[in-house]
Protein backbone atom coordinates (compact mmCIF):
# COMPACT_ATOMS: atom_id res chain seq x y z
CA UNK A 1 0.00 0.00 0.00
CA UNK A 2 1.72 3.31 -1.05
CA UNK A 3 1.50 6.26 1.12
CA UNK A 4 1.45 9.53 0.54
CA UNK A 5 2.52 12.51 3.49
CA UNK A 6 1.96 15.94 1.63
CA UNK A 7 2.83 18.15 4.09
CA UNK A 8 5.73 17.35 6.93
CA UNK A 9 8.87 19.27 8.21
CA UNK A 10 11.04 16.83 7.73
CA UNK A 11 14.01 19.60 8.48
CA UNK A 12 12.99 20.12 11.97
CA UNK A 13 13.36 17.14 13.32
CA UNK A 14 16.72 16.16 14.97
CA UNK A 15 16.87 13.02 12.70
CA UNK A 16 16.01 15.12 9.71
CA UNK A 17 18.69 12.72 6.91
CA UNK A 18 17.55 9.76 8.70
CA UNK A 19 14.07 10.95 7.82
CA UNK A 20 14.50 11.68 3.93
CA UNK A 21 15.98 8.46 3.60
CA UNK A 22 13.44 6.35 5.21
CA UNK A 23 10.62 8.12 3.23
CA UNK A 24 12.32 7.32 0.42
CA UNK A 25 13.18 3.69 1.11
CA UNK A 26 9.87 3.28 2.02
CA UNK A 27 8.63 4.63 -1.33
CA UNK A 28 6.50 7.02 1.07
CA UNK A 29 5.57 10.45 -1.42
CA UNK A 30 6.81 13.20 0.99
CA UNK A 31 6.74 16.63 0.25
CA UNK A 32 9.27 18.63 2.40
CA UNK A 33 7.94 21.79 3.30
CA UNK A 34 10.22 24.63 4.45
CA UNK A 35 9.49 27.62 6.48
CA UNK A 36 11.74 30.12 5.31
CA UNK A 37 13.90 30.65 1.71
CA UNK A 38 17.29 30.23 4.26
CA UNK A 39 15.97 26.29 4.93
CA UNK A 40 15.74 25.89 0.77
CA UNK A 41 19.19 24.71 -0.32
CA UNK A 42 19.74 22.04 2.22
CA UNK A 43 16.65 20.69 1.96
CA UNK A 44 16.87 20.49 -1.98
CA UNK A 45 20.34 19.33 -1.86
CA UNK A 46 18.57 15.69 0.18
CA UNK A 47 15.43 15.95 -2.00
CA UNK A 48 17.17 15.87 -4.97
CA UNK A 49 19.29 12.54 -4.28
CA UNK A 50 15.94 10.61 -3.67
CA UNK A 51 12.83 8.81 -5.71
CA UNK A 52 9.93 9.71 -3.56
CA UNK A 53 11.01 12.84 -1.80
CA UNK A 54 10.41 16.30 -3.02
CA UNK A 55 11.17 19.85 -1.08
CA UNK A 56 9.07 23.02 -1.10
CA UNK A 57 9.84 26.60 -0.98
CA UNK A 58 8.25 27.90 1.88
CA UNK A 59 7.65 31.42 3.58
CA UNK A 60 5.45 30.85 6.51
CA UNK A 61 3.59 33.46 7.55
CA UNK A 62 3.69 32.95 11.39
CA UNK A 63 7.16 34.01 10.45
CA UNK A 64 6.25 36.74 8.44
CA UNK A 65 6.76 39.09 10.96
CA UNK A 66 10.07 38.77 11.72
CA UNK A 67 11.24 37.47 8.20
CA UNK A 68 9.41 39.44 5.48
CA UNK A 69 12.22 40.66 3.66
CA UNK A 70 13.02 37.34 2.66
CA UNK A 71 10.93 37.40 0.08
CA UNK A 72 13.45 38.40 -2.20
CA UNK A 73 15.34 35.64 -1.93
CA UNK A 74 12.14 33.10 -1.91
CA UNK A 75 11.18 34.81 -5.42
CA UNK A 76 15.18 34.20 -6.26
CA UNK A 77 14.98 30.71 -5.78
CA UNK A 78 10.87 29.91 -7.46
CA UNK A 79 12.68 28.60 -10.12
CA UNK A 80 14.56 25.68 -8.81
CA UNK A 81 11.19 23.97 -7.38
CA UNK A 82 7.71 23.03 -8.72
CA UNK A 83 6.16 22.79 -5.13
CA UNK A 84 5.77 25.64 -2.93
CA UNK A 85 4.61 25.68 0.40
CA UNK A 86 4.73 26.83 3.36
CA UNK A 87 3.41 29.68 2.30
CA UNK A 88 -0.56 31.54 3.36
CA UNK A 89 -2.12 33.66 5.84
CA UNK A 90 -2.49 33.18 9.53
CA UNK A 91 -5.22 35.47 11.09
CA UNK A 92 -5.04 33.36 14.39
CA UNK A 93 -4.68 36.16 17.81
CA UNK A 94 -0.79 35.28 18.03
CA UNK A 95 -0.56 36.59 14.29
CA UNK A 96 -3.41 38.79 13.26
CA UNK A 97 -1.46 41.61 14.00
CA UNK A 98 1.17 40.97 11.22
CA UNK A 99 -1.66 40.04 8.71
CA UNK A 100 -1.65 43.33 6.81
CA UNK A 101 2.33 42.59 6.10
CA UNK A 102 1.32 38.42 5.68
CA UNK A 103 -1.40 39.58 3.05
CA UNK A 104 1.46 41.79 1.12
CA UNK A 105 3.93 38.42 1.04
CA UNK A 106 1.13 36.21 0.14
CA UNK A 107 0.27 38.31 -2.47
CA UNK A 108 4.01 38.24 -3.74
CA UNK A 109 3.99 34.83 -3.62
CA UNK A 110 1.25 34.11 -5.78
CA UNK A 111 1.97 36.73 -8.22
CA UNK A 112 5.40 35.40 -8.74
CA UNK A 113 3.82 31.81 -8.96
CA UNK A 114 1.13 32.63 -11.64
CA UNK A 115 3.71 34.55 -13.91
CA UNK A 116 6.09 31.22 -13.90
CA UNK A 117 3.45 29.15 -14.07
CA UNK A 118 3.22 25.38 -13.14
CA UNK A 119 3.37 25.78 -9.45
CA UNK A 120 1.59 23.47 -6.64
CA UNK A 121 1.02 25.12 -3.27
CA UNK A 122 0.91 23.34 0.09
CA UNK A 123 -1.14 26.59 1.92
CA UNK A 124 -1.48 27.54 5.08
CA UNK A 125 -5.14 29.17 6.15
CA UNK A 126 -5.81 29.56 10.11
CA UNK A 127 -9.21 31.96 10.24
CA UNK A 128 -7.76 33.30 6.64
CA UNK A 129 -9.80 30.56 4.19
CA UNK A 130 -11.96 33.50 2.74
CA UNK A 131 -9.37 36.17 2.38
CA UNK A 132 -6.69 33.20 1.02
CA UNK A 133 -9.37 32.35 -1.72
CA UNK A 134 -10.25 36.09 -2.29
CA UNK A 135 -6.13 36.48 -3.26
CA UNK A 136 -6.26 33.04 -5.31
CA UNK A 137 -8.70 34.70 -7.38
CA UNK A 138 -7.76 38.11 -7.76
CA UNK A 139 -3.83 36.87 -8.22
CA UNK A 140 -3.94 33.68 -10.18
CA UNK A 141 -5.64 33.20 -13.71
CA UNK A 142 -7.31 29.66 -13.74
CA UNK A 143 -4.76 27.06 -14.78
CA UNK A 144 -1.35 28.55 -13.89
CA UNK A 145 -1.22 26.96 -9.99
CA UNK A 146 -2.74 24.14 -8.26
CA UNK A 147 -3.35 24.79 -4.61
CA UNK A 148 -3.18 22.58 -2.02
CA UNK A 149 -4.83 23.64 1.47
CA UNK A 150 -2.76 22.25 4.63
CA UNK A 151 -5.18 21.55 7.56
CA UNK A 152 -7.95 22.90 6.53
CA UNK A 153 -10.21 24.58 9.58
CA UNK A 154 -12.31 27.02 7.77
CA UNK A 155 -16.08 26.95 7.43
CA UNK A 156 -18.24 24.49 4.98
CA UNK A 157 -18.59 27.34 2.75
CA UNK A 158 -14.92 28.06 2.27
CA UNK A 159 -14.57 24.44 1.79
CA UNK A 160 -17.62 24.27 -1.03
CA UNK A 161 -15.42 27.07 -2.41
CA UNK A 162 -12.19 26.18 -2.34
CA UNK A 163 -13.46 22.64 -4.24
CA UNK A 164 -15.31 24.60 -6.96
CA UNK A 165 -11.94 26.43 -7.50
CA UNK A 166 -10.54 23.04 -7.90
CA UNK A 167 -8.18 23.17 -5.15
CA UNK A 168 -6.94 20.30 -3.11
CA UNK A 169 -6.99 19.39 0.85
CA UNK A 170 -4.17 17.04 2.86
CA UNK A 171 -5.52 15.93 5.85
CA UNK A 172 -3.93 14.88 9.08
CA UNK A 173 -4.79 12.25 11.60
CA UNK A 174 -5.61 15.00 14.14
CA UNK A 175 -8.33 17.04 12.03
CA UNK A 176 -10.32 13.54 12.47
CA UNK A 177 -10.13 13.24 16.22
CA UNK A 178 -12.81 15.57 16.37
CA UNK A 179 -17.15 15.57 15.44
CA UNK A 180 -16.30 19.08 13.51
CA UNK A 181 -13.19 17.82 11.40
CA UNK A 182 -15.05 14.47 11.06
CA UNK A 183 -17.61 16.26 9.31
CA UNK A 184 -16.27 18.60 7.39
CA UNK A 185 -13.65 16.10 5.85
CA UNK A 186 -16.67 14.00 5.16
CA UNK A 187 -17.99 16.71 3.03
CA UNK A 188 -15.45 17.12 0.81
CA UNK A 189 -15.11 15.65 -2.78
CA UNK A 190 -13.32 12.56 -2.51
CA UNK A 191 -10.96 13.38 -5.68
CA UNK A 192 -9.48 16.17 -3.89
CA UNK A 193 -8.08 14.46 -0.94
CA UNK A 194 -4.65 13.74 0.15
CA UNK A 195 -2.98 12.93 3.37
CA UNK A 196 -0.29 14.52 5.52
CA UNK A 197 1.68 14.36 8.75
CA UNK A 198 2.55 18.21 9.86
CA UNK A 199 5.05 16.73 11.71
CA UNK A 200 6.66 17.34 13.70
CA UNK A 201 3.77 19.30 14.95
CA UNK A 202 1.47 16.14 14.94
CA UNK A 203 2.07 13.14 17.82
CA UNK A 204 2.01 9.38 17.33
CA UNK A 205 2.69 7.32 20.21
CA UNK A 206 5.27 8.74 22.45
CA UNK A 207 6.54 11.14 19.71
CA UNK A 208 6.11 13.34 16.85
CA UNK A 209 4.34 11.79 13.95
CA UNK A 210 7.06 10.88 10.95
CA UNK A 211 5.83 10.28 7.22
CA UNK A 212 5.99 6.30 8.15
CA UNK A 213 2.95 7.35 10.49
CA UNK A 214 0.30 8.78 7.78
CA UNK A 215 -1.37 4.98 7.30
CA UNK A 216 -3.09 5.93 10.27
CA UNK A 217 -4.82 9.05 9.11
CA UNK A 218 -5.44 6.49 5.65
CA UNK A 219 -7.42 4.70 8.26
CA UNK A 220 -9.32 7.72 10.07
CA UNK A 221 -9.98 8.52 6.12
CA UNK A 222 -11.24 5.40 5.20
CA UNK A 223 -14.01 5.85 8.14
CA UNK A 224 -14.91 9.01 7.44
CA UNK A 225 -15.34 8.49 3.43
CA UNK A 226 -17.07 4.82 4.60
CA UNK A 227 -14.17 3.04 2.32
CA UNK A 228 -11.71 0.45 3.04
CA UNK A 229 -8.19 1.26 3.69
CA UNK A 230 -6.83 -0.44 0.77
CA UNK A 231 -9.90 1.73 -0.95
CA UNK A 232 -8.50 5.13 0.51
CA UNK A 233 -4.56 4.82 -0.05
CA UNK A 234 -5.47 3.56 -3.45
CA UNK A 235 -7.88 7.31 -3.99
CA UNK A 236 -4.75 9.20 -1.98
CA UNK A 237 -2.65 8.15 -4.79
CA UNK A 238 -4.52 8.18 -7.68
CA UNK A 239 -5.46 12.24 -6.65
CA UNK A 240 -1.57 13.08 -5.71
CA UNK A 241 -1.21 11.30 -9.54
CA UNK A 242 -3.54 13.70 -10.92
CA UNK A 243 -2.24 16.66 -8.94
CA UNK A 244 1.07 16.41 -10.35
CA UNK A 245 0.18 15.24 -13.80
Not at 15 to 38: H, M, N, Q, W, Y
Not at 111 to 116: D, L, P
Not at 153 to 164: C, I, N, Y
Not at 220 to 244: D, G, I, M, Q, Y
Request: overall charge positive; some cysteine.
Amino acid sequence: MRLVDFHCHLDLYPEFEELVAESDRLGIFTLAVTTTPKAWPRNSKLASSTKYVRAALGLHPQLVAERWREIDLWERLLGETRYVGEVGLDAGPRHFSSLPRQTEIFRRVLRSCAQVGGKILSIHSVRAAAKVLDLIEEEVPEGRAKFVFHWFTGSAADARRAADLGCYFSINSQMLMTDRGRALVSGLPIDRLLTETDGPFTSQGDGPARPRDVGQTVRHLATAKSLSREESAAVVLRNLKTLTA
